[in-house]
């Protein structure tokens, strides 16, 4: 069926916008040939550092070299833990052990492999803690807010919160910083079980034992290995500083109701989840939580292959490959597509291609840690990504539903949307720009474009196509084949769709005689920022303590700068690399010296949320400061980011 539907939706349609090197690009990737790369992925487990995850690096490595590139192993060695020993269970008022697997599913084939590692956290310490419960909701800075109004303290108590709104490592950070002895995280069925449609096996969504594994490290304070010294504020802080103290245990909805269905103590309505009971905050229920974790300093490997151009400059693109169980959305949809890039763009250099820029394709390990991999590949090769790197292209989960999604730096806007006017959408057989909302969000964290963006100042692309019920087996063992074969891209139409699209992307940024960042949208983009700025500082009582009107100036001669600039190049250019590498490295100007206490995220414009984690902050060190309602040091921000958009408007303007 799925050959039929690749013949009629890519092959019968007239890419007639594209010229011949793309038309023959966006013929190459083949459905076939991509299930066949998620079915090898997916036949075992693979975290990383594992011998599973091993087998993938060769498997990779030697799928490039087949199609002709130079292909590297880069091995990092890096500290992370595995679970040696986990115990949590209800001491009263109603004794239970809790299970804390998932099970299997006959229909699943590989849902009952030996291999699977047990249900943990990355980066959790080991502990041993009986204390009463106090379900703090999603776990939330405000959620802490709430409970305070409600004269209800955390203070040497376990909290269970719920996955959901921010990065899972934050709610942890949260839990110890409120005084907490551990964190249970368990996913609640509305907000990906049952509430939501069908559980698995029978439908997409997140079963009774179902687990969401993944890290807690504290992302938002440093990504990579949190023995990093580039993390460091100061000589006096440590790793531990970037990675719990108190230990934490993700567990199923299905263990979570022998403590929810038992607490007492007052409710707050907006609290209540799925189950049905009521949700009280506690206490009333005491629970023993007995957690080890095996520490290490482990090989993880990552594969580099080259496409050398006629410049220097560089376009890199990249997907993670490690996997906390089989990883079938997340990650090697993304890495199957990977692939049949790699085969489009060998297609092309064998029918005589000469590509103006040089291309770079990175397979991440370690991504499931916390971005592992790609900052170790970024703090050992700063000097060449900062002198040659045009644009980083990531893709994380690349097909988890029929949605196309795009987070972006916004100099890259406009030519993601024409782009997306030049692919097509499997399902409708129309442009994606006719089908996607084309809402590019600012960049956060939580995948390998990190370090790229926020230390570097590359520009960055980021994109998949997603839905809503991949998340019913986000990091669990029911990310697998079998769950892509049912209900996520049975006839993996959209695993091609994702290879054109990254594709394109890639040649047109290679092959551009002009780089197509426009600066007049990232002028946009900052007025809309100067407004939320100016929120957070009213909405925290500094109206009258802060000043803004240089700030609002900087943006003004940016936005001049940039009308000047693309006026310019409308009329022609005679130098063009002079031009290119004035457009590529106008990013850079926006690195300062570090964020408050996070001294490796250096982008002034965009950071991930400090109590976020995943989701952006725009004007993060204003905000930051905002936050906290420290009026000297939020000024010290609004000046260093005005100095710093001037800066780029300068630069612009030289």
């Known amino acids: 069926m799925w050959r039929l539907l690749i013949v ?3 092959f019968g349609y007239s890419f007639a916008a594209l010229n011949n090197w793309e038309q023959l690009f966006v013929k190459t990737p083949s459905a076939k040939a991509a299930r066949e790369h998620l079915k090898y992925y997916t036949s075992a487990p693979h975290p990383a550092g594992t011998p599973e995850d091993y087998d993938t690096v060769l498997y990779t490595q030697q799928h490039f070299q087949k199609l002709g590139f ?11 833990n595995y679970p040696k020993h986990r115990k949590v269970s209800v001491v009263s008022p109603n004794p239970y052990e809790m299970g804390l697997n998932e099970g299997f599913f006959p229909g699943d084939p590989t849902s009952r492999d030996p291999r699977i590692i047990p249900t943990f956290h990355g980066y959790a310490a080991s502990g041993n803690v009986t204390a009463e419960v106090v379900y703090v909701n999603y776990g939330r800075l405000e959620d802490y807010t709430e409970l305070e109004k409600n004269s209800v303290s955390v203070e040497g108590k376990i909290v269970i919160v719920r996955y959901g709104q921010i990065f899972r490592g934050t709610k942890v950070w949260l839990a110890q910083l409120h005084g907490a002895v551990g964190c249970l995280i368990y996913s609640d069925p509305q907000d990906d079980g049952y509430v939501k449609g069908t559980p698995y096996i029978d439908g997409p969504w997140r079963p009774e034992r179902g687990v969401q594994r993944g890290s807690v490290q504290f992302l938002s304070l440093c990504p990579g290995d949190p023995t990093n010294k580039l993390c460091k504020e100061n000589a006096s802080q440590n790793y531990t500083d970037f990675i719990p103290k108190i230990p934490s245990q993700p567990i199923s909805w ?8 038992d607490l007492t103590g007052v409710v707050i309505s907006d609290w209540q989840g799925g189950l049905n009971f009521t949700y009280h905050v506690g206490p009333g229920v005491t629970v023993n939580m007995d957690i080890s974790m095996d520490y290490v300093t482990t090989p993880i490997w990552n594969v580099i292959a080259t496409i050398p151009g006629e410049s220097e400059e560089t376009i890199m693109i990249g997907n993670h490959r490690d996997a906390w169980v089989f990883g079938a959305t997340d990650p090697n949809s993304g890495t199957a597509a990977l692939l049949e890039v790699a085969k489009g763009f060998s297609t092309l250099l064998k029918a005589g291609w000469k590509p103006k820029r040089t291309i770079v394709m990175c397979s991440w390990d370690g991504e499931e840690y916390g971005l592992l991999g790609s ?15 045009v644009t980083y292209i990531n893709v994380d989960v690349g097909v988890g539903g029929k949605s196309l999604y795009a987070d972006a730096t916004h100099s890259l806007d406009n030519f993601i949307i024409s782009v997306a006017d030049d692919i097509i959408d499997p399902d409708t057989n129309k442009p994606l720009s006719q089908v996607w909302d084309k809402q590019i969000s600012t960049l956060g964290s939580g995948s390998d474009f990190t370090s790229y963006i926020d230390h570097y100042g590359i520009s960055v692309i980021t994109f998949g196509f997603v839905g809503d019920s991949e998340n019913g087996v986000y990091h669990s063992n029911y990310d697998s084949f079998h769950w892509m074969e049912l209900y996520g891209d049975p006839d993996y139409v959209y695993h091609v769709a994702c290879a054109q699209f990254w594709g394109l992307l890639t040649i047109r940024l290679v092959d551009a005689e002009v780089l ?3 600066y007049t949208r990232t002028a946009q983009w900052l007025s809309e920022s100067y407004q939320e700025a100016l929120d957070v500082i009213q909405q925290n ?6 000043t803004l009107t240089d700030l609002q100036q900087a943006i003004k001669e940016f936005e001049a700068a940039a009308v000047t600039l693309e006026a310019a190049i409308a009329g022609g250019v005679q130098n063009l690399s002079a031009l290119n590498s004035k457009l590529y490295l106008a990013e850079r100007q926006f690195l ?15 950071a991930p949320g400090l109590y976020l984690g995943y989701d952006s902050q725009s004007f993060p060190g204003v905000a930051q400061q905002a936050r906290v309602q420290d009026w000297v040091q939020t000024q010290v921000q609004v000046q260093e980011l005005a100095k710093h958009i001037r800066q780029a408007a300068a630069w612009l303007s030289s």
């Open 541 to 546: 009582g500094g109206s009258n303590q802060v």
């Open 8 to 10: 009629t939706l890519f």
């Open 254 to 261: 299905g263990d979570a109701q022998y403590i929810l269905q």
């Open 516 to 518: 197509p960042f426009q």
């Open 375 to 389: 900052t170790a590949y970024a703090d050992k090769n700063a000097a060449l990504i900062q002198k040659n790197v």
């Open 592 to 606: 300062g010296s570090g964020l408050p206490k996070r001294p490796y995220y250096k982008h002034v414009l965009q």
């Open 70 to 80: 130079q292909a590297e192993i880069d091995t990092n060695n890096v500290f992370l």
